[in-house]
């Protein structure tokens, strides 16, 4: 759908499962692949993995697609691609996320789990950059996600969905990621609303109640892929260590750099855990 052109969520009205399998439609019809097994998004330091997966089927613009919106930031592709793996799986890979922080509403960052839920994907990988509370953890490094914490007081469930998230980011999928990788470390992860980075004593508090992740992006998602009824598994690239933790100021353009330097190892640990899948 073009920019000039309203973006189907922003109506009130409209029924955001409704907008989802009209997206799942245009993917079907421009991709000419019906039915896709396992849906990855890719968050920041993870984008090469589309890569290697396997043989790239299609690559659609996301502005081609029902209700995704431009992306927001430089270093997050736009674009929405169907790859076929060595053994025949259907992977779409989503590189156009929307961050809650950009104020379109929660129904806009949750649609590209809900249009991978329906064009068929009974598994929902997502990935981000974060930064990481544990002190021995090093910039670089990818951790699994173990469960989480909504810090953004928002939930993508409308009215009175009562979702169960026990084991929402799945043993059995970690425990195959580390048959890839049996050194990978896991934490919870804190989603806060952002785009600001926390302060020292925000940090403090996540650690307190359990936190050893903070982000902007993935709970809110996660929740959706349950929703959904998809598995899920969640990969953090600890791309800094959380404010306060390290003592050097944050900065974009470091994350962005630790983020490109460890993409060539985590996008080969990420393309050999989807073929485990
Ligand atoms: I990359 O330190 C990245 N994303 N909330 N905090 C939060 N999000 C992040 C961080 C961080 N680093």
Known sequence: MPETHSNPLDDPSANPFEVAALAAADIARLSGVEKHDIALTLGSGWG????????????????????????????????????????????????????????????????????????????????????????????????????????????????????????????????????????????????????HYETPAEVQMAKAIGGHIVGMSTALEAIAAREAGMEILGFSLITNLAAGIQQTPLSHAEVIEAGREAEPVISALLARVVEAL
């Open 48 to 195: 090469k993995a589309a890569d290697i997966i396997g043989e790239t089927v299609a690559t659609l613009p996301a502005t081609e697609v029902t209700g995704f919106s431009k992306p927001a930031l430089e270093g997050h592709v736009g674009t929405l691609r169907s790859i076929r793996t060595p053994d025949g799986k259907h992977v779409l890979v989503i590189g156009a996320r929307t961050h809650y922080y950009e104020s379109h509403g929660v129904r806009r960052v949750v649609h590209s789990v809900r249009t991978a839920a329906a064009t068929g994907a009974k598994t929902m990988v997502l990935t981000n950059g974060a930064g990481g509370i544990r002190e021995s953890w090093k910039p670089g490094q990818p951790v699994l996600i173990s469960d989480h914490i909504n810090l953004t007081a928002d939930s993508p469930l409308e009215g009175a969905t009562f979702i169960d998230l026990t084991d929402l980011y799945s043993k059995r999928l970690r425990d195959i990621a580390r048959t890839v990788d049996p050194t990978l470390d896991e934490g919870v992860y804190c989603q806060f609303r952002g785009p």
